[in-house]
């Protein structure tokens, strides 16, 4: 089992920058890679950005060149950093966190969602 536990977001300009962060504990060795989701209201959630334990970045086209993700294997924690942020971006974001049982078995773990709103 792996538990995940976002922190960041908030409320900003358009043009500003906020960070989050998502905090994994529990059987962190077999989490393989880690990223983000977001939801926005009367849609469906969207993928924004992935890492692998390796550090290689997966990006929606959306986001690519604003957002930043990075990985701290270390603290198990990985972040999202959000620049150029425009109202469109608005939505609750979700770290996801996709690990490997020793038996080959994949599951998917999410975190309780951090709002984001950017005002024009």
């Known amino acids: 089992q792996v538990q995940l536990v976002e922190s960041g977001g908030g409320l900003v300009q358009a043009g500003g920058s906020l960070r989050l962060s998502c905090a994994a504990s529990g059987s962190t060795f077999s989490i393989t890679s880690l990223g983000w989701y977001r939801q926005a209201p009367g849609n469906q959630r969207e993928f924004v950005a992935r890492?692998?334990?390796?550090?290689?970045?997966n990006y929606a086209n959306s986001v690519k060149g604003r957002f930043t993700i990075s990985r701290d294997n270390a603290k198990n924690t990985v972040y999202l950093q959000m620049n150029s942020l425009k109202p469109e971006d608005t939505a609750v974001h979700y770290c996801?966190?996709?690990?490997?049982?020793?038996?080959?078995?994949?599951?998917?773990?999410w975190g309780q969602g951090s709002q984001v709103t950017v005002s024009s």
């Open positions: 890492i692998s334990r390796a550090g290689v970045t």
């Open positions: 996801f966190a996709w690990a490997t049982s020793p038996g080959g078995y994949e599951s998917q773990y």
